[in-house]
């Protein structure tokens, strides 16, 4: 069964590298041949775009994967790999990317809006790249990059025309049934809305000119109660979703059955909405009695701009045409003001971190490190002249300086694991068998701390 889904999660899997080849030419009478290793192709992005044609986040509730593919290894000739397809995801305008901690990544607030959820792996270089004057005969090649794969939490905010704001019960739903098409479940109990429901109104007569008709869509939002802005009663679930409306129409119960007065329910309103974000009291407001044919006398007790009743039928053209009016100049400002254009968020990838275990040993991580090290035969003393030259290049040798690394010191990078040393500015890369058991390690940190004999 479909229906309005404003919260969900994406699992986001980009695509991985291609790797690179290891080859040498081979013909006929060709003496010698040298390195012709392809490279891999780069795997797959995955983007978010946000899309006018997208309502809700509905497509992501049972279905949460999205995969971008993967890059082509390499082969011999220097044919390099086909690169993998980007995954294109459309998500609604106004979706709300965070991680699961609760961190904003990313607002796609424009239509057109890209982000780059998950960057695909990096294809490896054939050993035709390291071909150089004083290596004449690679024997190795990179190995594809992995691709990003991540969890983010998505929440769509929506961007309405006009939001209906009351209590619960005061008569939001039929309001909105009355004046558009959207068919929200109406009932007479409290919280008969648990979403929000988007319809379109169509008004012909707009300020004395009949022969023009604007258009404005509405949201029912569900009903607040006080200490909204604080999360009680799922508050925060449902004032999110009036930020960005460009008017606000409050809706007060006039019916003797309300559970506050009038005046009261305006205070609370007002105050929940300028407690949760305080531009919202300068947003363009029209503040309505509803419940209009149950008012038993003229004495309401409130100021209101004015009377409707949803069930009858009173006064809601003379509402509509106040709102078409507000929400018509409320666009004209939005237009002079918007100089924004369709948006590429691309996040900047890992920096070099260096931690210190608590064995004495030490780990770098980021994208670049681990890219560094890549390469397919650690044993091959050309591979490890080559990871000397980019972790030098990377300054991962000061970044272990001044993490206080000493010479002797077990260094992790990503599978590559070695003995780090000062000496002769190579950095000491030695790559060990496998990692230093923790008896190894406490043998060593005894040693240090004696000193020496």
């Known amino acids: 069964m479909s229906g309005f889904v404003d919260r969900a999660q994406l699992h986001a899997k980009a695509g991985d590298g291609g790797a690179g080849s290891i080859s040498f030419r081979r013909e006929a009478h060709v003496d010698m041949g040298g390195p012709d290793g392809g490279d891999g192709g780069n795997g797959g992005d995955v983007w978010l775009v946000a899309d006018n044609n997208q309502a809700s986040l509905l497509g992501f509730r049972d279905h949460p994967f999205r995969r971008a593919t993967d890059g082509a290894h390499g082969h011999g000739k220097r044919k ?188 609370v309103l007002m105050g929940e909405l300028g407690a949760y974000l305080p531009e919202l009291l300068d947003r363009p407001t029209v503040v309505v009695g509803s419940k209009g044919d149950l008012l038993e006398g003229p004495e309401h007790g409130a100021e209101l701009d004015l009377v409707v009743s949803a069930t009858r039928g009173d006064h809601l053209g003379e509402l509509l045409g106040r709102l078409a009016i507000l929400v018509a100049d409320a666009r004209a400002r939005d237009a002079e003001a918007v100089t924004a254009t369709p948006r590429i968020h691309r996040p900047a990838s890992d920096e070099l971190v260096v931690e210190r275990l608590a064995d004495g040993s030490f780990t770098v991580s980021g994208r670049a490190a681990l890219r560094a090290v890549r390469l397919s035969d650690l044993t091959d003393e050309g591979a490890l002249d080559e990871v000397r030259r980019r972790l030098d290049r990377l300054g991962v040798d000061r970044a272990l300086a001044r993490a206080g690394a000493r010479d002797g010191d077990f260094v992790a990078i990503g599978d590559l694991t070695f003995e780090w040393w000062r000496e002769e500015g190579t950095g000491g890369v030695e790559p060990t068998a496998h990692r230093p058991t923790r008896a190894e390690r406490t043998a060593r940190t005894k040693r240090r701390e004696q000193g020496p004999s």
């Open 80 to 267: 390099h790999g086909a690169n993998g397809d980007d995954q294109v995801v459309a998500v609604p305008v106004g979706t709300v990317v965070r991680t699961l901690e609760g961190d904003l990544l990313c607002d796609l607030s424009v239509p057109g809006d890209r982000y780059r959820v998950a960057e695909g792996g990096h294809g490896g270089h054939g050993n035709a790249k390291f071909l150089s004057n004083r290596r004449r005969a690679p024997a190795f090649a990179e190995q594809g990059e992995r691709g990003d794969e991540k969890w983010c939490d998505l929440e769509l905010k929506l961007a309405a025309d006009v939001a209906l704001i009351g209590f619960p019960n005061v008569g939001k739903s039929t309001l909105i049934s009355r004046v558009s098409a959207a068919k929200p479940k109406i009932a007479d109990y409290p919280f008969t809305t648990l979403v929000p429901h988007l319809g379109v109104v169509r008004v012909g007569d707009r300020a004395g000119r009949p022969d023009e008709a604007t258009e404005f869509v509405m949201a029912d939002v569900p009903g607040l109660i006080e200490g909204a802005a604080a999360g009680r009663g799922l508050g925060h679930e449902f004032l999110r979703h009036v930020e960005r409306a460009r008017v606000l129409c409050v809706l007060l119960d006039l019916s003797p059955m309300a559970p506050e007065s009038p005046s009261r329910q305006l205070e």
